[in-house]
């Protein structure tokens, strides 16, 4: 009885389809591709080394240095205050931070609606200065221009669709977006980005529905808050998701962890111990 290799007996192979190769460095084209193949991506808010290194480990595509720092970092009330120089630093640092995620820098309020060079001098800042791989900025049909801008002059683009916060006073507050006929603003919207080039669009406080449908009519993967689970990826502010934050918080977070009572009691033990002098013991002292 002759004895025969593997290669023998299937040399074509054994008819099993190798998978798609890890991903070293998450660049926006693997978001379009895991769209395509139907897989799911998360995106989280960075502002600083640790927490980019941390969530750059735990496998997180994309992090967003958001401008919600204004609220989440900088101590102000809304995401309007914060400046493209307050944010230039957070993002060097997160961009410094990582091996693998999708660096996105988030163009803040008044730096990029004045017009599409305006857009694109504050965008290639971000990259030169900010070592940002790509920028997201707020708006739909009216941000044509300034998508066609960026993407031309080499700029990646993030679209965000929906609820937009740096327009909350112009939409009368924190309100969820395309119910009933403006659904079709939604998906007009949703069209208009893709066609100016963004590489993707994060829908915010959708309907559900409507964000299913936008999803799957749209090339580009779409980025879900407060907008269902039929988006391609989902990003929540990780202060909120993880409990680093109280108190009320939107319906569309859930909180993994609560972080805020693991650093409080940390302090108090802390401060205990320097006030009834346990600390420092023996063991720490040189």
């Not at 309007?80 to 957070?90: G, K, N, R, S």
């Not at 060097?92 to 990029?112: E, K, Q």
């Not at 808050?225 to 502010?237: F, M, S, T, W, Y």
Request: hydrophobic share 40%; net charge negative; charged share 20%.
């Amino acid at each position: 009885m002759s004895s025969t290799t593997p290669e023998e007996t299937a040399p074509y192979g054994d008819g099993t389809a190798p998978g798609p190769a890890p991903i070293k460095r998450v660049r926006t084209h693997h978001l379009r591709e895991l769209k395509q193949r139907g897989e799911r991506f998360s995106m989280l808010t960075s502002y600083d080394q640790l927490t980019a290194q941390i969530f750059d480990e735990a496998g997180i595509e994309v992090l967003l240095v958001g401008d919600s720092a204004s609220n989440n970092v900088l101590g102000n009330a809304t995401s309007l205050p914060v400046t493209v120089d307050e944010l230039i630093p957070l993002t060097r640092a997160v961009s410094r931070s990582v091996t693998r995620a999708l660096v996105v820098g988030d163009l803040p309020f008044g730096s990029y609606q004045a017009s599409p060079e305006q857009g694109y001098l504050t965008a290639a800042r971000f990259m030169k200065e900010g070592g940002a791989h790509c920028v997201k900025l707020e708006g739909g049909v009216e941000m044509v221009p300034q998508i066609e801008r960026m993407t031309r002059g080499g700029i990646p683009v993030m679209a965000h669709i929906g609820f937009t916060p740096q327009s909350e006073h112009a939409l009368g507050g924190y309100r969820v977006q395309g119910r009933g006929e403006a659904a079709e603003r939604v998906l007009r919207d949703a069209l208009a980005v893709q066609e100016a080039g963004a590489f993707a669009v994060v829908m915010e406080m959708v309907p559900g529905d409507v964000a299913a449908e936008v999803t799957a009519k749209l090339e580009i993967p779409t980025i879900g808050i407060g907008a269902g689970n039929q988006c391609d990826g989902q990003v929540l502010v990780w202060q909120d998701a993880f409990g680093l934050r109280t108190g009320r918080m939107p319906r569309f977070v859930k909180q993994y962890a609560d972080l805020r009572s693991v650093l409080l009691d940390a302090a108090r033990a802390y401060d205990t111990e320097v006030k009834d002098g346990s600390f420092p013991a023996a063991e720490h002292t040189f």
